[in-house]
């Protein structure tokens, strides 16, 4: 069946550094893939979507990549800051609901100060 | 967030009731849908509704119903209300532009608990 898999662990990281985070998907391959920000006790925001024919996306301090054959996107917040301390979500369509969006459980990051 | 906007944002219920939360957006989209979420499970599509004639089940659509009342409103419904639909519960929008790539809006969420 279709799954979607991110970073089980949280990221700790220190200010300034680059946080990296993983969205693995197996059994499917999707057409594009969403990424969001969620912090707590609110609604998850749009960041960036990448298209299967985009190998990298990139918004400000945040940088997207799409393996199609891995199989895998990465997130990457470059010259991390305390305010980039939230939860963030891949969502890639999944074919089990009609290529409705589907959302990974979330990796939270931590950037101290 | 203040373009969705959720009704109650908080709830706590017995078991066994009807419960019903609200949505509205003015954002003018046709798209809109309903999600749950629970830790460590991420958000998991109950309804959905591409116009106010469309409504469509998600992945966990048992014992929940919807209806849009209107292009701007789309409520959720738990008939009878069980402890294990305890979550969070997020409406969220989209436009129709271009098909499925489109983003979604969402709102501030609804934390209900079931008793």
């Known amino acids: 069946s279709q799954k979607i898999e991110q970073n089980s662990e949280a990221l700790n990281i220190q200010e300034g550094k680059t946080a990296t985070l993983t969205c693995n998907y197996t059994n499917y391959s999707p057409a594009y893939l969403q990424w969001y920000r969620q912090d707590p006790g609110r609604g998850p925001v749009f960041l960036l979507l990448?298209?299967?024919?985009?190998k990298e996306k990139r918004k400000e301090r945040l940088k997207v990549t799409f393996d199609t054959t891995l199989k895998q996107s990465l997130f990457h917040i470059t010259a991390s800051q305390p305010a980039d301390s939230a939860t963030y979500l891949c969502?890639?369509?999944?074919?089990?609901?009609?290529?409705?969006?589907?959302f990974g459980a979330g990796t939270t990051v931590t950037v101290r100060a | 967030d203040a373009d969705v906007t959720q009704t109650p944002r908080n709830r706590i219920t017995k078991t066994g009731k009807r419960i019903m939360l609200e949505c509205s957006q003015t954002?003018?989209?046709?798209?809109m849908y309903w999600y749950r979420q629970d830790p460590g499970l991420g958000l998991r599509l109950i309804y959905y509704s591409f116009d106010v004639k469309d409504i469509n089940k998600g992945e966990i659509s048992d014992g929940y119903s919807v209806s849009r009342q209107a292009q701007a409103k789309f409520s959720l419904s738990l008939e009878s209300a069980i402890p294990n639909q305890t979550a969070l519960y997020f409406c969220?929008?989209?436009?129709?532009?271009?098909?499925?790539?489109?983003?979604?809006?969402f709102g501030p969420g609804t934390r209900l608990t079931v008793l």
């Open positions: 990448i298209r299967e024919n985009e």
């Open positions: 954002k003018g989209h046709d798209r």
């Open positions: 969220a929008t989209s436009d129709n532009r271009g098909h499925v790539y489109n983003e979604q809006f």
């Open positions: 969502a890639p369509p999944n074919p089990v609901n009609d290529y409705k969006l589907s």
